[in-house]
């Protein structure tokens, strides 16, 4: 049975792996999106999921891809390679709805959200519209929704959103990697492909 570092990287080591701390600023491009008549449906929470036939990259709100220019650099210092887009879709999430717990495939993909409305914060239900995701069996971690934040994590990770107190709306895509195969680590840590 052939085993390689990249393979044992990828189940051992990297497994369970989410970038948190991005900020897209130019994210309002992406409100226009929900104005046009494409394809959709709705979600067993209740939110509506819309999207191209063919899931493609909406350029009609971002011709000039900046923001696929931005994901790179928020993964480029990752010991992934081959890195490229595969689907996009947008989510409506009118009041009270949610997104059940979910993963995205059991492949070497990652999942990008980012969010397009401001949070509207409620002391009474501190995790209304939360993103959350748990890593493990013992690990749940919670991502308050802030306007233009993005959240990056592996698609194997379930995930969802607590019910929403506000009306809300994301900008969401599925990336195909491959670790590298060479992971030769330098005296600073980072690793080379």
């Known amino acids: 049975m052939s085993f390689s570092l990249a393979d044992h990287f990828y189940n051992e080591i990297f497994q369970d792996w989410m970038l948190a701390e991005n900020h897209y600023n130019e994210y309002e ?5 929900f104005e046009l008549n494409v394809d959709g449906h709705t979600t067993p ?3 509506k999921m819309n999207y191209y036939e063919d899931y493609r990259y909406p350029e009609y709100a971002d011709p000039k ?3 696929i220019d931005f994901v790179y650099s928020c993964v480029e210092n990752l010991p ?3 890195v490229r887009p595969v689907s996009s879709w947008w989510i409506d999430y009118p009041l009270g709805t949610y997104s059940t717990m979910h993963s995205h495939e059991q492949t070497q993909r990652f999942s990008v959200i ?8 409620d002391e009474t239900r ?6 959350f ?7 749940h971690i919670d991502f308050t929704p802030e306007a233009g934040d993005v959240v990056i994590l592996d698609g194997r990770i379930q995930h969802g959103t607590y019910p929403n107190i506000n009306e809300r709306k994301v900008f969401c895509m599925d990336w195909e990697y491959k670790f590298v195969e060479n992971l030769d680590q330098d005296a600073g840590g980072s690793f080379k492909g």
């Open 133 to 139: 995701a748990t890593p493990s069996k013992i690990k």
């Open 29 to 33: 491009r992406f409100l226009s999106l």
């Open 45 to 47: 929470g209740g939110s």
């Open 65 to 67: 891809k900046h923001f």
């Open 126 to 131: 501190p995790n209304a519209g939360h993103l």
């Open 80 to 82: 992934i390679e081959n």
């Open 114 to 121: 980012c969010n397009l409305t401001p949070y509207f914060h």
